[in-house]
């Protein structure tokens, strides 16, 4: 009988290679509330754990089997698996993670192998000197939390039951598993600068293992449609390298016309080709300009919508590939251009739909939850999210960083300034070619951009606080007491949030303001609202709450299953009219 794995696809698409095995499917499962596993021996390969979970789904999903919904301190994983004789025989083997929620511990036939803190970021172990030829087995240990105040959780309910905001919480692992084989001395990373100006790409390749020397050479070739379009060479003899890679053809990547290059990288010791990855990037420029976000020079108005990344049967995991791209068809349907990818690090296969769909997109981490009123909040944010940074940096669809959002007070504590800062600055240092928000909403330290969150339900009142603006009058703050607007392109980061729900009365349901009477009252109060961002000559952009519900959340334009609200013709023409600032 044929095993059906689930979310088959390889899961990084800017990094291919073709030797590699998804683990994804039935793990032997255990919940550890006391957190005694290790006491008790379950990282011995001989002990078998109760129970059974599908990977790449949290336990709390449908689709993992489990759907158990409480807190869990630890979780434990255990597989078996089956390592091809080919694979024992030089080279090495890798074992990565797309995500585990949210400190890990790996051990590979009883051997402790890694362990890795953050449960958005990917991470890889080495474990060439734990397996060999036939059956090893694979245990992850996984501590999670949420309410310590210690480690970024996003929209995680910190209480027991969903409430307002706040939804069922992932656990463990949640995205896909997968052992992939490289040689001695391989292809590690890339990092990718665009230059459409100057037709070329400028590239810093990594390299990992051992035995690179000066007779090695790296080459890179760019393919546009098929067609060769540039190619570029240099010798290595360390681990990493530059090299700028000139286009005979320029093809810009823009918004709802996303031309692509795909790339071949190799490694070549005397004429022979050792290590290849395939990737693929796009050629375009990002700026700010005034009050008028550019794309390749071109003000281009954001119409963005807020986009959670929750599923029904997955929670934080979407059941197929075909879901990723489903949201965003559904949502450039409707008329948006882009989203911001709420409170939680989207994975890479999002990442690349929008990069091959020409879509928009801004990167943000999943901060709630993490105490930041003293230093030590940048011990649980920073590590991990510089990585996210570094995996996420080559996505053409990527636009700007936003690393946190609302950033509130606790418990009467203010925020302390300097964590947002140095994380800012640290943002900047490691992508000077985008915009960085420092926190979405407030409270504003230092930022590229001043965005506010405005849920007002009346058009009227909405549009009159924003009047002053168009004539050098009074900014609009929502925290003047704490933040000071100096200049900066301006816009309304999240609005809307409109409350419909007309056939679930119940008392659970949440969304902002009163709800319409109708859905001609929707429309027009939708209609009120985004025509004053549109036809304001200073804002660059919007983002509207949110593109579908998420459980008693109910403001979304489609259900949670995603079925539309309302006919998506008429969202789209609202949405889809130029701006003051395209003029």
Known sequence: MKVTIPRPEYPRPQWVRLDWINLNGQWQFEIDHGKSGKERGFQEPGLELSGTITVPFCPESKLSGVEYKDFMAAVWYKREINLPDDWAEGGRVLLHFGAVDYEAEVW??????????????????????????????????????????????????????????????????????????????????MKLVPDPDNACAHLELQLGGSGVNSGTKLVVKALHEGAAAGEAAIA?????????????????????????????????????????????????????????????????????????????????????????????????????????????????????????????????????????????????????????????????????????????????????????????????RMDPTRPVIDTSGNFHVVTDIFDVHDYDQNPETFRARYEPMKNGGEVFNTFPKRQQYEGQPYFVSEYGGIWWNPDQKDEKSWGYGDRPVSEEDFLARYAGLTDTLLDHPMMFGFCYTQLYDVEQEVNGLYTYDRRAKFDPDMIRRINSRKAAIED
Not at 339 to 360: N, T, V
Request: charged share 20%; with cysteine; aromatic share 12%.
């Open 108 to 189: 590979v036939n009883g051997t402790a192998v890694g362990k890795h803190r953050g449960g958005y970021s990917s991470f890889s172990f080495d474990i060439t000197s734990a397996v060999s030829a036939g059956s090893n087995v694979i245990t992850v240990y996984a501590v999670d939390e949420q309410r310590s105040g210690r480690q970024p959780r996003g929209k995680q309910c910190g209480g027991y039951y969903s409430s307002g905001c706040d939804y069922t919480r992932t656990t463990g692992i949640w995205q896909t598993v997968w052992l992939e084989r490289v040689p001695v001395a391989y292809l590690a990373g």
């Open 236 to 428: 290595v003899s360390g681990p990493s390298a530059k090299l700028t890679l000139p286009l005979t053809e320029v093809h810009l990547w823009q918004p709802g016309s996303p031309e692509l290059y795909d790339l071949e990288i190799s490694l070549v010791r005397d004429g022979q080709i050792f290590d290849t990855v395939q990737s693929y990037f796009g050629l375009r420029s990002v700026k700010l300009d005034g009050m008028a976000f550019r794309i390749n020079g071109k003000s281009v108005f954001q119409r963005l919508v807020l986009d959670q990344g929750f599923y029904p049967e997955g929670v934080y995991t979407a059941p197929s590939d075909e879901d990723l791209r489903k949201d965003i068809e559904i949502s450039m349907g409707l008329g948006f251009n882009g989203a911001r990818l709420h409170e939680k690090i989207f994975e890479p296969r999002f990442l690349y739909w929008a990069d091959k769909l020409g879509y928009l997109v801004w990167g943000e981490h999943a901060n709630w939850g993490l105490d930041i009123t003293t230093s030590e909040g940048l011990a649980g944010f920073l590590p991990e999210w510089l990585e996210g940074m570094e995996r996420d940096f080559n996505h053409p669809a990527l636009i700007g960083w936003c690393p946190f959002n609302e950033t509130w007070d606790k418990d009467g504590t203010k925020q302390n300034n300097e964590v947002l800062r140095i994380v800012y600055e640290m943002t900047k």
